[in-house]
DNA sequence: ATGAAAGCGCTAACAG
DNA sequence: CTGTTAGCGCTTTCAT
């Protein structure tokens, strides 16, 4: 049987610069400057390389242009989770503000784990980025070392109660839940029962969580019961803590839960239940997701700001590497309450 | 005023091996051994070595070793959007199986379009990452030429029915669609609406609808009436785009979506209307999201078994590089229907 | 067990 | 407008 025919050994070889330049017969240095826009070059030269290298199908080497050029257009995102649903729409306010620039994200997940932090942050920081976007204040201190030491823009982000490393964005979240148990109160209710995550590496949620009791407390109020949870489907949570929460209270006139997933899981069991709402029981989350748009009634809920966030984070990024410095350390955006059709409005 | 004391001027140059090898008496060389865990080093010198890094604060410069060793521990994942809710769970998946190796998911976004995706996937390949994870068998010339030549283990996901340019993950869509047309017919349903979104640059919804569509025609039926949206909350649009369709085809006893989302919606506002589900009317959707679990009842669907995708298509990358070729080039998983209380079981 | 020398592929800086 | 010369910070390879 004869021989196929044999097809070029493909040399697997990436291409690289040389081989445009020999390619087009141009010197590397000039093929360099076409492929980045850089310098003149006369237009015929530029046409020749620029056809060479698709012909040849060239993709540049960033890596050996970074070293070269000590410079990196990469901005470390570092976020606790994607399946929080909070997460995505600041990685889409972070992009569009991004997509103008030379810059791009790349993303670290911690899993809302210190150690987790510490291990990814080092990670991205021997990629040696740009800009450091990360999400909360509390680190570890060596995270926080590598971040003072990293000379680079370092913006922390979501809350604002504490004090940056370098900058901050984001919404007091003591004081959404403050302002959310003031409006629970001037809507009349006195028995609130809490439904929430646990508050253990959730320091937004406990924050918030704190602000809640304090105004409370104010009124000479205290949360009449609580349930936490974690894992598992949030829309099914909230059904079932609120199930198990009506049953062992069933006195309670208002439900707070820490965040609209599983609110919005109580809502409908309550709803299913015929209960008068928010006549008889109010209720209310936090986040602003759009998902409540599409439920039979709309949720009471705090904004937590989240697209504008990634924007206004990545905006200072973006200005610091061109020497700007328009905003101070501190960016902090005034969430406002949506009553929703679950909390009576003073 | 006296002049403060002088604050170190500090000197933002990062560290490099040379600092940690001057601090610690020890050559470059063997620094860098240490730090890998690379060949023989006495118990001694790592020592030395290894606090003078942690002193100093010493973080690698990735950049300078990838170029150097011409290897680079990234994966490139390229999907078409984050808040789509199959995505971050396919991500689930690849981060479960590469966090036990050395390998790290560097995520690119297209939003579903194919110009962006060849961008993306230019600027990704750029980085040299040493395998390619990519959403879909439909992709332009360019990025099918990039991919080709790449010379890296390149896995398409979500879909089978197509060729892959390398190695393939994922489900038949095509037939997904078509064992949810059987089952409606088997459950008795003729008068059939769809509900979906534009099927223009989704291709895999397209797939499910052809393969839909083609086994209504084989029991002699065509779908009776159809909607399309775009954007917005997907709770919200379903329950708009059900309201508009039930009021124009008041005579359907079948409601399929294009997927969950769009389903929970309009089962949400089909529950409030008080139909009679499924015996006047059935409903179903697509994916098998865990936000089903929450609801009153529960929609009918087919997984798209996401997760799972995940894990085989970043096992099969890794099991690449260490010279491992168990899988062949295409790898179907076969979903379930779960019928819910939507559909009526055969 | 440790060190010295030679690049990896590209770009900054300077010549022409 | 184009080319030449040195590196970027690390790892490979080969000595010792």
């Known amino acids: 049987?004869?021989?196929?025919?044999?097809?070029?050994?493909?040399?697997?070889?990436?291409?690289?610069?040389?081989?445009?330049?020999?390619?087009?017969?141009?010197?590397?240095?000039?093929?360099?400057?076409?492929?980045?826009?850089?310098?003149?070059?006369?237009?015929?030269?530029?046409?020749?390389?620029?056809?060479?290298?698709?012909?040849?199908?060239?993709?540049?080497?960033?890596?050996?242009?970074?070293?070269?050029?000590?410079?990196?257009?990469?901005?470390?995102?570092?976020?606790?989770?994607?399946?929080?649903?909070?997460?995505?729409?600041?990685?889409?306010?972070?992009?569009?503000?991004?997509?103008?620039?030379?810059?791009?994200?790349?993303?670290?997940?911690?899993?809302?784990?210190?150690?987790?932090?510490?291990?990814?942050?080092?990670?991205?920081?021997?990629?040696?980025?740009?800009?450091?976007?990360?999400?909360?204040?509390?680190?570890?201190?060596a995270s926080r070392a590598m971040l003072r030491t990293a000379g680079i823009p370092v913006v922390e982000i979501m809350d604002t109660d504490g004090t940056p490393i370098d900058t901050m964005v984001g919404i007091s979240h003591r004081r959404a839940g403050r302002e959310m148990g003031r409006a629970i109160l001037a809507a009349g209710h006195r028995r609130i029962g809490f439904l929430g995550t646990g508050l253990g590496l959730d320091h937004r949620a406990r924050k918030r969580f704190e602000g809640f009791t304090e105004a409370l407390a104010k009124g000479g109020v205290e949360v009449a019961d609580q349930e936490f949870y974690s894992g598992g489907s949030a829309l099914a949570k909230g059904r079932e803590m609120t199930m198990a929460m009506m049953a062992r209270s069933p006195d309670l006139d208002f439900l707070y839960y820490s965040n609209d997933l599983i609110g919005a899981g109580g809502l409908l069991w309550m709803i299913e239940q015929g209960y008068d709402i928010p006549d008889k029981v109010g209720m209310a989350g936090f986040n602003g997701v759009r998902l409540l748009q599409g439920l039979p009634r709309k949720l009471a809920t705090i904004d937590s700001c989240r697209e504008e966030i990634g924007r206004r984070a990545a905006q200072i990024v973006a200005d610091r590497l061109t020497g700007d410095t328009k905003d101070g350390p501190k960016v902090e955006l005034t969430p406002t309450i949506a009553f929703g059709d679950t909390l009576k409005q003073p």
Chains 1, 2 share one sequence.
């Open 1 to 141: 049987m004869a021989r196929e025919l044999q097809v070029t050994p493909k040399d697997t070889r990436p291409l690289t610069l040389r081989d445009v330049s020999e390619a087009s017969g141009v010197s590397e240095m000039t093929v360099s400057r076409v492929l980045r826009n850089r310098g003149d070059v006369s237009a015929a030269t530029r046409e020749k390389v620029l056809r060479a290298a698709k012909t040849l199908g060239y993709v540049p080497n960033k890596i050996a242009g970074a070293l070269a050029s000590q410079r990196v257009n990469l901005v470390a995102v570092i976020i606790p989770s994607m399946s929080n649903l909070v997460f995505p729409e600041v990685m889409t306010g972070i992009n569009r503000v991004l997509e103008q620039t030379e810059l791009q994200p790349v993303v670290g997940l911690t899993d809302y784990l210190p150690e987790k932090e510490e291990k990814v942050l080092f990670e991205m920081l021997s990629w040696r980025p740009s800009g450091v976007i990360i999400a909360g204040l509390e680190h570890s201190d």
